[in-house]
């Protein structure tokens, strides 16, 4: 398994490498250049003998100097010296027959100055043009050598600036590719966890992602994803442990909703005994029609508590959203009060599977708690988006089962928009709680956007309230999109 040590050991190691082969270049060049100048040396130091005999040759001949004709042999032997030790260098820049040539005018020419003194006069001048002539041919291949050599050494010098900076170009260009390398695949996957980092701290993500295969990456990804699924746990367990804590509000909540019409119904009763058959008919009436009223509200109530604390099978089947949404405002349309229209933007004709009926109680009880909070007008609509693509800014009233919806691959996003006269801040934390009401005693028993929220996580699916800025309320709900044969 690859990971982000071996990585930067890899990129260390191979970087160490390119600077020991570039330190090799680079003494092999200089050993290249020093090989080449060493030789110019012995080329150039026959150049300068044979400079030196011809020097001699003319002391000998201008002055007949016995001593010069010692020098032109101490001459003779250091041009043969340098001859003899420059012999690579020599073969590098002359032909054998150049070089037989020299040999041989050296030989030539040193037997000539030495048989020059015990010539006669007469056959001196002749015999000085011979040894002119053989001298000026040495000094000529001399200074050809020199000149052979120096264009070698240029070209040595040359070549070896070339590789120099060919080697140099290639070390950058593999500096640059590692450094490239490292930032691909170690500081990339960093940065993406960083920014995923980020989502996570606005909301947006629910858990990291593999950025790279690198063991380190995968095992915090791992620990950080388990420690974010330990947290859900723990909220979900703080949240059950919420709504054990609200069995007391709702056990003194019944009792409450319970005892207003209860005690009308037993004041009514009472009247009817105390009176008897003297009661006016018409006052008779108004009492039995209140003890009925009050009888149908203690019902009500009931009703309403057993649907909040049952468990029921759902039967769940495909639907289309888009008849989801128009059957619940018929069924709810004569329950309205007059002036509340009701507009049913998109909605797509995809198949959602779920428990239509609950569903219907989900559409019916948000359209009942707009119109009964002053709304005149709502606007339902749904599309087909993503989880990431739809997801809330604040998920501070963000309530339901998240994490099913932010793994589905598409989520069926729904958003019911009032003009009311929307919701107290500090209501919004409280507005899915059981027995939550702003409305007076006997106007409601806060079920309704509890069962709501109930329902929905139900269908694995979460919903959020927020005030819009232009006023009024917006509901939002995501559902998973899951395949027919499916259970969520």
Known sequence: ???????????????????????????????????????????????????????????????????????????????????????????????????????????????????????????????????????????????????????????????????????????????????????????????????????????????????????????????????????????????????????????????HELNNPLSNISTSVQLLVEEGDSVEPELRDEWMAQIDGEAERARRIVRRLLDSVRQPKLNWQAHSVAELIQVSLALVNRQLPRGVAVCVGYAPERALWADRDRLHQVFINLLKNAADAGATHIVVSAVESTWKDSMPKNTDHLVGEVEPVSKAENVLYIQMDDNGPGIAPENLLQIFNPFFTTHSAGDGTGLGLYLVEEIISEHNGCIAVENRPQGGTRFSIWLPLNDAQETP
Not at 163 to 173: A, M, P
Request: hydrophobic share 45%; aromatic share 8%.
């Open 1 to 255: 398994m690859p990971s982000l040590r071996g990585k930067i050991l890899t990129t260390y190691a191979f970087s160490k490498v390119v600077l020991l082969v570039f330190a090799i270049v680079v003494f092999a060049d200089l050993y290249y250049l020093q090989t080449h100048i060493v030789a110019g040396e012995a080329v150039t130091a026959f150049r300068e003998v044979s400079q030196e005999i011809r020097r001699e040759e003319k002391n000998l001949f201008l002055y007949n100097d016995p001593a010069s004709l010692d020098q032109l042999i101490v001459r003779f032997k250091e041009a043969e010296a340098a001859l003899k030790e420059g012999e690579q260098a020599f073969a590098e820049i002359a032909s054998p027959a150049e070089l037989s040539r020299m040999s041989e005018l050296l030989l030539q020419y040193h037997a000539q100055l030495r048989e020059y003194p015990a010539l006669p006069v007469r056959v001196r001048a002749e015999k000085q043009k011979i040894i002119r002539a053989s001298g000026h041919e040495l000094s000529a291949l001399a200074e050809n050598f020199s000149r052979r050599e120096r264009a070698v050494v240029a070209q040595a010098v040359h070549v070896a600036g070339r590789t120099l900076l060919v080697v140099f170009v290639t070390v950058l260009l593999l500096g640059i590719g590692s450094a490239f390398f490292l930032v691909r695949q170690v500081v990339r996957p960093l940065r993406e966890l960083e920014s995923q980092l980020d989502q996570l701290a606005d909301g947006h993500d629910q858990q990291l992602t593999l950025p790279s295969k690198d063991k380190e990456i995968q095992s915090f990804v791992h620990h950080f994803n388990t420690m974010l699924e330990r947290l859900r746990v723990q909220q979900n367990q703080l949240r059950h442990r919420e709504k054990a804590a609200a069995l007391g509000v709702l056990v003194s909540g019944v009792a």
